[in-house]
């Protein structure tokens, strides 16, 4: 069973009496376990898409289906638990809270689960030092690098161990050293945790590291294989376009 089985999946914007076309029936699978990129400019629908497979718009035609679900077809309360047990979401600003520890915001989808803060505490500061940045557990996010609080953004989406974990240019607000290491950090995970790895993103240099990239253009999907492995270090003198924003 594919965990991603997309099928004739369209999305229109509609605004007042303005009509946006972003996907025109566009279909791929993902199966458990694998690491894929999406590229596109900027406004070609990378967003849209990560937004209909996290559940966040279901409000498309077509068929999108989640580990077998259909999301269009989910209840608010399911769609919830769906979005809490096995989808992690990252965000390109982070979205940590200024106001709580960094061990804190990784807790933060125990505690929505219900589960036991001890456990949350433990699997937390694990979490932290698996990414990276466990002597931050005690501080807060103000007093971190960008890189640092991407980090710490990992760890709190993958406490509910997800089988999915969704990435919309999770290295737009990075230096491209740092931005290359969370990358590599995200291979790491996907071998080491199983965790299947979706990133979006426009710069191409750093999707090419996926051994699967789908290319989003014109309302379609592309897709296509690389030969996997390559470092994201080793990919900066091939490149020739700087990035579209
Ligand atoms: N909530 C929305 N309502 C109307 N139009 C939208 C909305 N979100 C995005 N769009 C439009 O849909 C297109 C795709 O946007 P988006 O998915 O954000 O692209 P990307 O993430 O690739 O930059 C753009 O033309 C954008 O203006
Ligand atoms: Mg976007």
Known sequence: MALIEIRDLTKTYRLANVVTPVLDHVGFSVEEGEFLSIIGPSG???????????????????????????????????????????????????????????????????????????????????????VGVADKAEVRPIYISGGQKQRVAIARALIMQPKLLLCDEPTGNLDRETGAQIVDLFRELNKDLGVTVLVVTHDERLSRVAPRILHLADRKIEDTRTEPGKRVTDLSSSSSAPPAD
């Open 44 to 130: 070609s629908g990378k967003t849209t898409l990560l937004n209909l497979l996290g559940g966040l718009d279901r409000e498309y035609t077509g068929s999108l289906k989640i580990a077998d679900k259909e999301m269009k077809a989910l209840s608010d309360r399911r769609i919830s638990t769906l979005r809490n047990r096995t989808i992690g979401f990252i965000f390109q600003s982070f979205h940590l809270l200024e106001h709580l520890t960094c061990l804190e915001n990784v807790m933060l989808p125990y505690f929505f689960a219900g589960r036991p803060t001890k456990e949350a505490q433990a699997r937390g500061r694990l979490l932290l030092e698996k």
